[in-house]
C-alpha cells in the first residue's frame, strides 16, 4: 500500500514545479550540515568519550574496575534507591493522574502546577531543603539525634532527595494521557458492574501502559543518575553512602580516569537504553493513534 | 474546605486519589520548600543584605545568569536549525538522531560532567586544538558556557518541533503564490507562529542552566570569584556550616527559578489565547 503511494508521487515529481514550502537545496545543505554538525559536536562526541576513556587501558583494566568493592557497594545502593524512589513516584503519579484527570474540582490547575515544581528546583537546593529539616541544626535534627535515626549523611536521606527530583515524572506523563481518553471506558465499565479496582486495573491501567511505562523509565533515569541532590545529603562514605555518580566524581577525583569512566560507562549504556525505549514507546503510541482513527467497531465484531 | 464538583461523577476513588496526592505532595516537596523560606526569614535584614551583597555571591551570580544567557542563546539559534532540520527534512538515520536529542536530559550528569571536561581539557581531544589559538575552554567561563549549552539544548528542539508540525502548508503555500520569497515568508510566516515556542525553549533552557550543578562543576574550575556558579557557591556555605547563607542564596535562585516558570506559563497561556482568537 505505502509502495503505491510511494511510486504515485515519485511519478508526478517531475511535472510538480519547485515545492512552495520547500527551501533551496543550498538552503537544505546548509542548515543540515551545520545543525547535524552541531549534534555530533555537543552530544556525539561527549558520549563517545565515555567509552573511549573506560576502554584507554583495555578491557581487562575496564573489567577489572567492577571488581572493587567500592564500586559495587555504589552499583547497589544505586539500585535500591531507585528501587525504593520509583515505585513510590509510581503509586503517587497514578493517584494524581486519576483525581486530576478523572474528576474536576477547585484548584485543579494548581495542584497540576504543584506537582511540576521540583523540576523547577535546583538540585542542590532540592538536596539542602532536607538537610534543613533532617541535619543536626536543622527543625527536627535535636529530636531524630535524640532517637538515635541518622537521616542526613545516610540512606535516608539519598531516598528522599531522590524521590524529590523523580517526583513528576510519571504524574506529567499520565495526567495528559488520561485527560485525553476521557472517562467514558470507565463509566461504562462501573455501569456494567465491575469494581472500582477493577476499572482501574482492568480498563484504565491497560489504556496508559505506554505512558505509564515512559515515565517510569524517565523516573528510574533520573534516580539512578541524580547527582547534585544526592552529593548534598550524602556523606560520601566510600563503600555505605556513595551512588554510582558520587562514586564517579570521587574516582575522577582521585584521578583515577579509567575506573571513573568504567562507572560511567555503565550509567551511560543506562541511558542509551533510556533513550531506546523512549523512541519505541512513542512508536509504539503514534501507531495506537493511528489505529484508533480507522476502525470504530471491534474487529472481531464485524467478522461476527 | 468544599470541593465543587461541576457534574456528579460515578467514578469512585476521587476522596482517596486526591487526599493522597496532596498529604504526598506536602510532605515530599511543599513542607520542606517552606522551610527554606521560613529559615531565610528568621534571619536578620542585615544578614540578608551582607550575604547577597557580598563580591563572591555577586560575582557568583553574575556568571550564572551570564553564562545560562549566552548558552541559551545559541541553543534558540542551533535548536532551531535542530529542530527544523528534523521536522522538514528527510535523511538516513533521522530516527537515530531525533532520539539522541534527549541525550542530554538521560545522561546522567556527573557522566556528562566528566566527559565534557575531558574533552575540553589542554590536552582533550577538542582542547587541545583550541589551546594554540591561546582558548581556555576548561576551567574558565567559556567551559561553564559549553556544559550549559549541552545540558539545555533538547529544551528548546523538544518546544519546538510540535509547533513546526502544527504549521499549516497552506499557509506557506500561499505566501509563496503572493509573491514572497522564501526567506519572507520565514520571517512573515513562520517566525510569528513558531516565536512563543521558541521563546519558551529559551526560558526553559535558561532555568535548567540556572540551577545546573552536575555537568558544570568538573568543567568550571571552581575558582572563587572566577568560575564559581551559585549552586556550587550554595554548597560551599553548607559545607561551611553558614546556613543562612546557604539558604538566603537558594531563596533567591528559587524566586528566580518561580518567576521563570510563571514566565513560561505566561506564554503558553497567551500564545494558546492568541491562537484561539486566530483560529
Not at chain 1, 552541531?38 to 576502554?55: I, W, Y
Not at chain 2, 576548561?138 to 523538544?158: D, E, K, N
Request: with cysteine; aromatic share 10%; glycine share 8%.
Amino acid at each position: 500500500m505505502g509502495g503505491t503511494a510511494k511510486s504515485r508521487l515519485a511519478g508526478r515529481r517531475p511535472l510538480m514545479p519547485v515545492s512552495a514550502t520547500g527551501d533551496p537545496a543550498w538552503v537544505r545543505w546548509l542548515i543540515g550540515i551545520v545543525s547535524l554538525s552541531f549534534l555530533g559536536l555537543f552530544l556525539v562526541v561527549p558520549l563517545v568519550a565515555v567509552f573511549t576513556e573506560a576502554l584507554r587501558k583495555g578491557l581487562g583494566a575496564y573489567l577489572e574496575s567492577f571488581q572493587n568493592r567500592d564500586a559495587l557497594a555504589a552499583i547497589k545502593l544505586t539500585l535500591a534507591v531507585a528501587a525504593i524512589a520509583v515505585p513510590l513516584n509510581v503509586v503517587f503519579g497514578l493517584a494524581a493522574s486519576w483525581a486530576i484527570a478523572k474528576f474536576d474540582f477547585r484548584g485543579k490547575s494548581l495542584l497540576t502546577t504543584l506537582i511540576d515544581l521540583p523540576f523547577a528546583v535546583s538540585p542542590v537546593i532540592s538536596g539542602v531543603i532536607y538537610v534543613l529539616l533532617f541535619g543536626l541544626q536543622g527543625w527536627f535534627g535535636p529530636w531524630l539525634a535524640a532517637h538515635d535515626i541518622q537521616i542526613i549523611f545516610a540512606i535516608p536521606g539519598i531516598v528522599l532527595a531522590t524521590v524529590f527530583v523523580t517526583f513528576p515524572f510519571v504524574a506529567r506523563e499520565l495526567i495528559p494521557l488520561m485527560q485525553e481518553q476521557g472517562t467514558e471506558e470507565e463509566e461504562a465499565a462501573l455501569v456494567l458492574g465491575a469494581s472500582g479496582w477493577q476499572t482501574f486495573r482492568r480498563v484504565t491501567l491497560p489504556n496508559v501502559r505506554w505512558g505509564l511505562l515512559y515515565g517510569v523509565i524517565l523516573c528510574n533515569a533520573r534516580a539512578m543518575g541524580e547527582f547534585g541532590a544526592v552529593s548534598v545529603v550524602s556523606g560520601h562514605l566510600r563503600g555505605q553512602t556513595n551512588t554510582m555518580p558520587l562514586h564517579v566524581e570521587i574516582l575522577y577525583n582521585e584521578y583515577n580516569f579509567v575506573a571513573a569512566f568504567a562507572v560511567a560507562s555503565l550509567l551511560a549504556l543506562l541511558a542509551l537504553v533510556t533513550l531506546i525505549v523512549k523512541a519505541m514507546v512513542e512508536w509504539q503510541t503514534q501507531r495506537q493513534s493511528l489505529e484508533t482513527l480507522t476502525p470504530l467497531v471491534p474487529i472481531h465484531q464485524e467478522a461476527a | 474546605m468544599r470541593i465543587a464538583f461541576t457534574r456528579h461523577s460515578v467514578i469512585p476513588g476521587f476522596g482517596l486519589t486526591v487526599g493522597y496526592t496532596m498529604v504526598y505532595l506536602s510532605l515530599i516537596v511543599l513542607l520542606p520548600l517552606s522551610a527554606l523560606f521560613l529559615k531565610t526569614a528568621s534571619a536578620s535584614w542585615e544578614h540578608i543584605g551582607e550575604t547577597i551583597s557580598d563580591p563572591r555571591v555577586v560575582a557568583s551570580f553574575r556568571l550564572s545568569l551570564g553564562a545560562s544567557l549566552v548558552a541559551a542563546i545559541i541553543n534558540a539559534v542551533f535548536g532551531l536549525g535542530v529542530a527544523w532540520t528534523l521536522v522538514r527534512y528527510s535523511f538516513p538515520g533521522k530516527r537515530v538522531i531525533d532520539a539522541i536529542v534527549d541525550l542530554p536530559f538521560a545522561l546522567p550528569t556527573a557522566v556528562s560532567g566528566i566527559a565534557l571536561t575531558t574533552i575540553y581539557a589542554p590536552t582533550g581531544w577538542i582542547g587541545q586544538w583550541l589551546e594554540p589559538l591561546g582558548i581556555k575552554a576548561a576551567f574558565s567561563p567559556l567551559g561553564v558556557t559549553i556544559a550549559l549549552t549541552f545540558i539545555g539544548l533538547p529544551f528548546v528542539v523538544r518546544t519546538l518541533q510540535p509547533a513546526l508540525e502544527d504549521l499549516d502548508p497552506a499557509v506557506e503555500e500561499a505566501a509563496a503564490s503572493l509573491g514572497a520569497g522564501r526567506w519572507q515568508t520565514f520571517r512573515h510566516v513562520i517566525m510569528p507562529a513558531v516565536f512563543p515556542a521558541l521563546l519558551t525553549g529559551f526560558a526553559l533552557a535558561f532555568a535548567r542552566a540556572l540551577g545546573e550543578y552536575g555537568s558544570v562543576v568538573f568543567i568550571a574550575g571552581n575558582m572563587p570569584m572566577k568560575t564559581e556558579i551559585v549552586p556550587l557557591l550554595i554548597l560551599v556555605k553548607l559545607e561551611q556550616y553558614d546556613y543562612t547563607g546557604a539558604t538566603t542564596i537558594a531563596a533567591v535562585m528559587l524566586i528566580l527559578s518561580f518567576f521563570l516558570l510563571l514566565l513560561i506559563n505566561g506564554i503558553q497561556w497567551w500564545s494558546a489565547r492568541h491562537h484561539r482568537s486566530e483560529g
